[in-house]
């Protein structure tokens, strides 16, 4: 009997034993999943340089686990520091980032990345705030930045940002820049669908100095813009957010809340109410526009204009009844505008005419962020039932058009396709390009590469005699994957 | 009209002809629900046993599982449009769940058992369109049709075949009209109440107008009761016409529907009239009602109160018959007072009369029948008056994806006289048939998958305790997790 007691306690042992080892052999294996995928696909050389901004890149166990990876795959790996310039192999870069240990595996030559892993995260160095959207709440912020000015001509980026994308903490859907630190150092607005991020981006690195957080139960981010608008110099920037009210019955409606900030010494601070409308910043100027029953946008657009210390919604319209807030831009010369129709496609019309000329090229679809508007009639897809019923359509909000200072004209051209439902894989690039107007219309220019990522959103960083573009790429079209930012001069 | 069925049906066959070989896209869809369900005391009686309770799935009581699955594709060309649904719909048990045929095909006393007692998709809905015209365009199938099913449901929503021409006349005036033969019927014996080739037939021919106007689009969404100017109606005259061989009359429905918007108010209204005969020259003469408001105060709560009166027949050995009876009370999934489940929408045919879908007692009776669903609901039925209450909301502020919804129905009978007092024979029945209390609350997982929870009871009042003997309340408790895709 007790012989047999411990033959159980033996028994026991072992499997726990057995477990323990599975388990880490399974953390192990786990450890860089993407890294090992990539690796056993690449048919090319084997040879991977190691670049690594880390004091002691040998000394930390994870980068030996990553080079016992490598080594067991038949790769000849070569230490590097971080700028060094590769041309045949694979490049490994690990980086410390705000949101963790970050690898990136990308081919040398092409720059085009095969994999990112990243180890456990590192706390931010702000927590988020949950301060409430009253104009007078408090922010905290752990950094203090000057007053921003606008971006100068001079200003630059950090090199790494330009040649690696940067992944982020948050799952950013619309960027804009809210200004500039310093001549290295530009401040970018991150919209998430529950926040407004301030982010300084330095150093291969992004700085979280402030979050503002809408308080919404359910939503989702729609537009970030800023500029200067009441021309104090500095850039004021105007957030967007649908909050997606349901009913059992009813469907979603989405309903657009909307806030304007001054960005101050890192901080954010509300120069408005909620403005319950569509907010869109075009040439420094604040434009505001409402949302339909049944139409996503309704009545005349209208300026907003500050009032003594607060931004309001004036009564004169800026365009007429009819127009999308985010469908027409107006170009400097004369009455000039361009439109987005329904279909994605570009047309070059004026200000009282939305017909045109259109641009002949397949710019792609965008089908993000979108607004649920109700159907006046309920669509009885598959039976009366609440799950038969189609009772709203989504809306996509036309993309993102705008103007540098020396009035180029850029968007986004979607060329990337998710692939077939399961079994396909994402395939195509997406492009920032420029779209100049000529006498006979329209044409499309390509100044920037193409990414083998989804661009969610872009901004302008205007540089010296030219004009780079930030953007925020993602795995996922929709923006719940990964979120990355890289910056792109032309060629 | 079987010339101009014939007329439809080249008309139709022309269409596909002139569609030519245009590419398609096709898309699939689908839905998954399954039901874990207990109906209680639908007899009011806690002492005898329910009698059969009949839903979507079949013939059941007490506890069950419902399972409800679609797999639906569509298909669209420039003008034209096909799209199909095929659907099991079986209360679950081994015998309907991965079989499909018996070989023994009797039980042990000789009986002939049910050959095929496997659920098999079939075609549970199609439709078939063609657009010659904006203001033209052909359909048929069997899909969901209704004429008032967005106020009260009073006469008709089904998914019955038909074959029909809708349009859009200008931009705010459309039109529907549609052949609907619910019933094709021919005995199969040469000899019987059917040998008619007409006998057992139930035609239905309806036309429907909808002229908008206002502008629904001024309404700041947000705020109800901050500078709403928005004034919004969708005024809909209908009309149905109703060939009833299988019960041997004829009659006409006119009516008129009003949705829309005045300022924060949602309001609902609806009237229907009915008048016909029967061979035997017994007049058919009926109506209806409904009218509703609703008030959004936040997306929390939008209380809503709402009145549903169908005449009730004073007198059923006399040649008038009053009683209302629609071609399909559609209750139980109109707008405003609609539940997927609720106990009124259930089928209550062995207590307060009202079948499946219907919220009107037309199965109080059985005598003096000329339409309702599956054709039995009796022209001499009490009729009712429903006074309901509700609200309904989005509770994110609580925990995002909660919604809720919930209602209470005071119920009166119109007419009692054709009711017999079970309790105290020979004396009146109350007016007062009973309170029915439902409360709805669904999770969103995602936007593919939901669970939700109906309590639902109907308490007996003083009417139904005459009629009944017995005053237990009735209970519904239904879970139904949903994937939709």
């Known amino acids: ?367 993000h962020p979108s607004v649920a508007v109700p159907l006046r009639e309920t669509e009885y897809r598959s039976g009366l039932e609440k799950e038969d019923r189609i009772n709203e359509r989504n809306v996509p909000l036309p993309r993102r058009i705008l103007m540098s200072k020396d009035e180029q004209v850029f968007t986004l051209v979607r060329g990337r396709s998710e692939g077939l439902p399961l079994v396909g894989t994402p395939a195509g690039q997406d492009m920032v390009a420029e779209i100049a107007v000529v006498p006979e219309g329209l044409t499309l220019e390509r100044p920037f590469p193409g990414v083998e990522s989804f661009i969610l959103d872009f901004t302008l960083l205007p540089r010296a005699g030219r004009t780079d573009v930030l953007l925020l790429l993602n795995d996922r079209p929709d923006g719940s994957g990964k979120s990355r930012l890289l910056v792109q001069s032309p060629h | 009209m079987k010339r101009l069925l014939c007329v439809f049906l080249l008309v139709m066959v022309g269409s596909f002809f002139l569609a030519g070989t245009a590419f398609a896209e096709i898309s699939f869809f689908g839905t998954a629900k399954i039901k874990p369900t207990w109906y209680s005391n639908f007899d009011f009686n806690n002492d005898k046993n329910d009698a059969l309770i009949v839903n979507e799935a079949g013939l059941t009581k007490g506890q069950h599982v419902r399972a409800e699955l679609r797999l639906g594709w569509k298909a669209s060309g420039e003008k034209w449009k096909v799209m199909m649904i095929a659907e099991v719909d079986s209360i679950m048990e081994k015998d309907n769940a991965d079989r499909s045929f018996y070989v023994l095909a009797a039980d042990d006393n000789g009986k002939e058992r049910q050959p095929n007692t496997g659920a098999e998709f079939g075609i549970e809905r199609c439709e078939f369109t063609y657009s010659f015209l904006p203001q033209l365009e052909l359909e048929s199938g069997w899909n969901i049709r209704f004429l008032d099913i967005k106020t009260g449901g009073l006469l008709y929503g089904d998914d019955h075949p038909f074959v029909g021409f809708r349009g859009k006349i200008t931009d705010s005036t459309n039109y529907e009209v549609l052949y609907i033969p619910i019933q094709n019927r021919i005995a199969l014996k040469s000899e019987g109440p059917f040998d008619d080739k007409d006998h057992n037939d139930w035609e239905v021919y309806t036309a429907k107008l909808n002229y908008s106007f206002g502008k629904m689009e001024d309404t700041p969404p ?196 054709n009711l017999t007092n079970a309790k105290d024979p020979g004396k009146k029945v109350d007016d007062y048939a009973g309170t029915t209390v439902d409360v709805q609350l669904l999770y969103a997982f995602s936007k593919n998958f939901s669970i939700d929870y109906i309590f639902s009871t109907f308490i007996p009042g003083k009417g139904q305790e005459d009629v009944q003997d017995a005053n237990d309340p009735a209970f519904v408790n239904m879970l139904t997790m949903a994937w939709s895709y």
């Open chain 1, 1 to 367: 009997m007790k012989h047999n007691r411990h033959r159980h306690l033996l028994t026991l042992f072992l499997i726990a034993i057995g477990l323990m080892a599975a388990t880490v052999g399974v953390t192990q294996a786990e450890s860089w999943p993407g890294m090992e995928k990539a690796i056993q696909n690449w048919n090319g050389p084997r040879e991977v340089t190691l670049r690594s901004d880390l004091e002691d890149p040998l000394g930390s166990s994870e980068v030996q686990n990553l080079l016992e990876l490598f080594l067991a795959e038949g790769f000849r790996p070569t230490l590097a520091g971080p700028g060094t310039t590769v041309k045949e192999g694979l490049i490994l870069d690990l980086r410390d980032s705000a949101g963790g240990r970050v690898a990136i595996l990308s081919k040398a030559g092409t720059g085009q990345i095969l994999a990112l892993d990243r180890q456990a995260a590192r706390p931010l160095q702000k927590p988020m705030s949950d301060t409430s959207p009253a104009v007078d709440s408090a922010m905290i912020s752990t950094e203090s930045v000057e007053p921003a000015p606008l971006p100068s001509p001079a200003a630059t980026l950090p090199a790494n940002l330009s040649e690696h994308p940067l992944e982020l903490s948050w799952e950013a859907k619309q960027i804009a820049l809210a200004g500039t630190a310093s001549e290295e150092t530009p401040i970018l607005a991150l919209l998430t669908d529950d926040a407004l991020h301030l982010v300084r981006a330095e150093g291969g690195t992004v700085v979280l100095l402030d979050t503002w957080s809408p308080g919404l139960d359910s939503g989702h981010a729609l537009r970030v813009g800023a500029g200067d608008i009441d021309g104090d110099g500095k850039r004021e920037i105007a957030a967007v957010w649908a909050e997606d009210v349901k009913g059992i019955y009813q469907g979603t409606d989405s309903r657009p809340h909307a806030w304007i900030f001054s960005v101050s010494k890192g901080k954010l601070a509300p120069l408005s109410q909620d403005l319950e409308g569509f907010l869109r910043v075009m040439n420094d100027r604040l434009l505001w526009q409402r949302r339909g029953t049944y139409v996503p946008f309704a009545g005349p657009v209208l300026s907003v204009d500050r009032d003594g210390g607060k931004f309001q919604v004036g009564s004169q319209p800026v365009w007429p009844e009819g127009r999308n807030l985010y469908a027409m831009t107006t170009l400097p010369q004369g009455t000039r505008a361009l439109f987005w129709t329904d279909d994605s496609h570009l047309v070059l019309g004026s200000i009282k005419e939305q017909g045109g000329k259109e641009l002949v090229a397949d710019l792609g679809t965008v089908s």
């Open chain 2, 222 to 417: 947000d705020s109800p009761f901050y500078a709403n100017r928005s004034f919004g109606l969708t005024v809909s005259p209908f009309f149905a016409y109703s060939d009833n061989n299988s019960w041997n009359c004829d009659l006409q429905y006119y009516g008129l529907e009003v949705t829309g918007q005045t300022g924060p108010i949602k309001p609902y209204f609806e009237i229907v009239l009915n008048h016909g005969d029967f061979d035997d020259n017994r007049d058919i003469k009926s109506w209806a009602m409904f009218g509703g408001v609703e008030l959004p105060v936040n997306k929390a709560f939008n209380p809503y109160v709402a009145f549903r009166f169908t005449q009730g027949d004073d007198d059923s050995s006399d040649n008038d018959v009053e009683g209302w009876v629609g071609i399909t009370d559609i209750g139980r999934f109109t707008g405003l007072l609609g539940m997927d489940g609720n106990i009124l929408g259930e089928d209550l045919g062995q207590s307060y009369g009202a079948t499946l879908y219907s919220y009107s007692p037309e199965r109080a009776l059985s005598t003096n029948r000329y339409g309702g669903i599956s054709n039995n609901g009796s022209g001499d039925n009490p009729g009712q008056k429903l006074l309901a209450i509700g609200s309904r909301g989005d509770l994110s502020g609580i925990l995002q994806g909660l919604l809720y919804k919930t209602q209470a129905f005071f119920i009166w009978y119109d007419e009692t006289d």
